[in-house]
């Protein structure tokens, strides 16, 4: 069974910066694009960052300029440096993977648990 697990969120001020981590574990798979949304309260899921297995890459209008997608392809992991950090960043954020197991033909849709960001002075 593949899991992916995100790490690296908390509590920081307007203006300052995380670095979130999604690794990707498991046995006998190969991993596609790797993608971040996020969600915050009463609002709907919003791609964050998209990086294909080859690199390249695509933001969210409301990120472009001051988050940074980036990935380990030896590790299975992606990262997403945040600066510039606001209020409006404040959300769940998710990381989400293609991936294909074992013999299949298909890469299907894998997503982590999510991992809180709060910004806030």
């Known amino acids: 069974q593949v899991q992916l697990v995100e790490s690296g969120g908390g509590l920081v001020q307007p203006g300052g910066s995380l670095r979130l981590s999604c690794a990707a574990s498991?046995?006998?798979?190969?991993?596609?694009?790797m993608t971040w949304y996020r969600q915050a309260p009463g609002k709907q899921r919003e791609l964050v960052a998209f990086?294909?297995?080859?690199?390249?890459?695509n933001y969210g209008d409301s990120v472009k300029g001051r988050f940074t997608i980036s990935r380990d392809n030896a590790k299975n992991t992606v990262y997403l440096q945040m600066n510039s950090l606001k209020p409006e960043d404040t959300a769940v954020y998710y990381c989400n993977a293609d991936i294909k197991t074992g013999t299949a033909l298909r890469f299907n849709a894998y997503w982590g648990r999510g991992t809180q960001v709060t910004v806030s002075s």
């Open positions: 990086i294909a297995s080859g690199g390249i890459t």
């Open positions: 498991g046995r006998d798979f190969s991993v596609g694009a």
